[in-house]
């Protein structure tokens, strides 16, 4: 999908509030988000429990299985609900507002800055939230690596290991059940600490609760000057 | 000397040559029958059963009785024979037993037929046997005669194998069947367990206890439902009793009645067909039993357990070579499958596991549906799988599996990625190096939260003291 010039978007369909919040996060997206969440954090848990049975004993093995299956069968269905907003709406732009590599890691290093020290000296964000440019570099990269790489990985090895004789072939391809087993593992470790420096960066926001608001009404409130 | 004087001489000479040839037919005359007579008929020819008519048979019949009276005039009486061995042969037939066997009216000659009667060992032709053994793996042929399709069978079955082998236990035709006391096949029922029960005594045991035996004794009656429940031929067959090997031949005997099993399992079982691939029937529907987690290799082309086949004998020499007092790296296994796999052998091979019951008669234990273990700790539990036996099995010549102890630590190594990469049971074996990333994963997901929420802490308050 083209790029479009963020002068021309930001003049196309800004909402804003009397209060003058900006709408950020569509409804769809926001949908798609806290599904994932809460399938994430189910996943995660009745992962912890199929693969810990011998640590853990809240619910049998059996349970814990059909449980991981159905939820990941959502999640994999809610995918598709951000994939298809993405790939038909214009707001693609949020994660290539422009396609400049030099910008961008000029502004991604400036963020990792703001992240590492300016943040404790009470700077601003280098990067101003705007719904046609909503991540800064380093989210922008980094959730294009995970919902187009890493979460795809998870979803094709957790389909293999759903129904292994059906997959049989495509199992062997790859090296084996024991291989497949161990890649959905280690993206399980990444999705561990993933979520958890996730959720906490959520709250590094003008205030702790600005990115969760956000995420929830879709609006996030304009920068106090 | 003229040719008239020769003639008259030779006339001069018949007055001696007469009476010789009196005396020459007197002599033929006498032993007519010895000298001219035809070559002996095999007696077991003539009195072996042929398609005849009603008639015909009955006279064949006739004279198979009177043949036999003859020979029990004298076997009906305790004879014994010394062998060879220093053993004791009895030569005694007990009459009643064999005229109401299924062979009461067939020739004795018929399946003797060495023994005909005009060349019956006598004192002076005694014919010499080495031992019983021997005697009974000889007279395996006779039965052939008739029974050909049947002794075809047997002679591919482990227990052919077993007496090629030079085992005194295995049995041959006469150990299931008797030797004159031949019984119909209505004899072989379950609730005296003949004739597997006189070798395997305690899986008939456990056999009469289980769904199946009980339900065979009490009239195939289960749930007030009529069923033929199965004996021991019905899953093993009669003569072409294979091992217990490798693969799904046992399986596919169980699915034989219980045709329903792949639906009923895949309607609650996660991966249905693969429990049912690699999870023996027993370990799940014999409750009581203990499990062993067996490697097995096979064969990616022919999509077969590496059986007893010539191609892989080379292979498995080298198996035996890798292994040490009793024990085989499945490593070591793999490491050898490579190096086949890229010379000698004529095959893909792998190696892959396989969840069975550690015994003969827990296999025969098999209870009802609802004793069945649903639960998956047995297998997917790390904790229970340090119970279970691990080893590496290889098919032997006879089809018999030879059976090596392993290291179960080497489940859980980095290396079964590659020695047993077709298997995995989740949360049963798992990748030590694996748990090492979970917990450094999760040790990250706090440390960096709480490192970055601290430092942030510790610079404003800093810098709140720079400001005072």
């Not at chain 2, 191609?311 to 490593?331: A, C, H, R, T």
Request: aromatic letters at 10%; one cysteine or more.
């Amino acid at each position: 999908m083209a790029t479009k010039n963020p002068e021309q978007v930001q003049l196309k369909s800004w909402k804003k509030t009397s209060d003058g919040e900006l709408y950020i996060n569509p409804l769809p997206v926001r949908i798609w988000h806290w599904l994932h969440a809460m399938g994430f954090v189910v996943l995660i848990l009745t992962g912890i429990q199929i693969r810990y049975t011998n640590l853990f004993n809240v619910l049998t093995f059996e349970t814990a299985v059909k449980t991981h299956n159905w939820v990941a069968f959502a999640v994999i269905a809610n995918y598709f609900i951000w994939l298809g907003f993405y790939l038909f709406s214009d707001r693609i732009t949020v994660y290539h507002p422009e396609l400049n590599p030099r910008k961008f890691f000029d502004k991604a290093f400036e963020q990792a800055r703001y992240y590492s020290y300016g943040i404790f000296k009470g700077e601003r964000s280098p990067h101003k939230v705007q719904p046609y440019d909503k991540f800064n570099p380093m989210q922008s990269i980094t959730y294009q690596i995970v919902m187009l790489l890493v979460v795809p990985v998870q979803f094709i090895t957790g389909i293999m290991m759903w129904d292994i004789k059906r997959f049989e072939s495509w199992i062997a391809m790859f090296g084996g059940i024991q291989v497949i087993d161990t890649v959905h593992v280690l993206v399980f470790i990444f999705f561990l600490s993933f979520t958890m420096i996730h959720a906490y960066m959520g709250a590094l926001g003008q205030k702790p609760s600005t990115h969760f608001k956000e995420m929830f009404t879709g609006f996030e409130e304009e920068y106090e000057e | 000397m003229t040719a008239s004087t020769r003639v008259s001489g030779a006339m001069g000479n018949t007055r001696p040559v007469l009476p010789s040839l009196i005396i020459f037919l007197i002599f033929c005359a006498i032993f007519n029958d010895r000298l001219y007579a035809q070559p002996v008929a095999d007696p077991a020819a003539e009195l072996a059963i042929t398609k005849n008519t009603p008639a015909d048979l009955g006279t064949q019949l006739e004279a198979n009785l009177k043949q036999n009276n003859k020979c029990l005039k004298c076997h009906s009486r305790e004879k014994i024979k010394t062998l060879e061995s220093g053993e004791e042969l009895s030569l005694q037939v007990h009459r009643d037993d064999f005229t109401s066997s299924a062979h009461g009216e067939i020739a004795c000659v018929s399946c003797h037929e060495a023994i005909g009667s005009r060349r019956h060992p006598s004192k002076k032709t005694n014919i010499t046997i080495s031992s019983r053994r021997d005697y009974s793996v000889e007279m395996n042929q006779s039965c052939r005669s008739c029974h050909d399709k049947k002794s075809t069978q047997y002679e591919g079955s482990i227990h052919f194998s077993m007496v090629g082998q030079g085992s005194e236990k295995a049995p041959v035709c006469t150990d299931c069947h008797s030797a004159h006391a031949v019984e119909t096949m209505t004899v072989y029922q379950p609730e005296t367990g003949f004739p597997c029960k006189k070798c395997h005594e305690n899986i008939f045991i456990a056999y009469a206890e289980s769904v199946h035996g009980t339900a065979r004794i009490s009239g195939n009656v289960i749930r007030d439902k009529h069923i033929q429940a199965p004996i021991c031929s019905d899953c093993h067959r009669s003569h072409e009793v294979t091992a217990v090997e490798i693969g799904d031949t046992l399986r596919s005997q169980c699915f034989g009645c219980h045709e329903n099993v792949p639906l009923l399992h895949s309607q609650w079982l996660p991966n249905a067909g693969t429990h049912l691939d690699i999870v023996s029937c027993a370990v799940c529907h014999a409750p009581f039993a203990k499990h062993r987690f067996d490697l097995h290799l096979y064969d990616n082309i022919a999509q077969v357990p590496v059986n007893q086949q010539e191609s892989y004998k080379l292979f498995q020499q080298q198996l035996q070579d890798i292994e040490v007092g009793g024990n085989v790296d499945p490593l070591a296994v793999w490491k050898l499958i490579e190096e086949s796999n890229e010379t000698s052998l004529p095959a893909n091979i792998s190696l892959r596991g396989r969840m069975e019951v550690r015994s003969g008669v827990w296999a025969h234990q098999i209870a009802s549906k609802s004793f069945a273990v649903r639960t998956c700790d047995s297998c997917h539990q790390a904790g229970n799988r340090q119970a279970l036996d691990v080893t590496v099995s290889v098919p032997q010549q006879d089809g018999r599996i030879q059976r090596f102890e392993t290291d179960r630590e080497e489940l859980d190594s980095v290396g079964a990625m590659k020695s047993i990469s077709e298997f995995f049971a989740i949360g049963g074996n798992k990748n030590r190096l694996l748990d090492i990333l979970v917990l450094l994963s999760l040790i990250i997901g706090v440390a960096i939260p709480v490192g970055h929420f601290t430092l942030g802490q510790m610079i404003k308050e800093k810098l709140d003291r720079g400001e005072q």
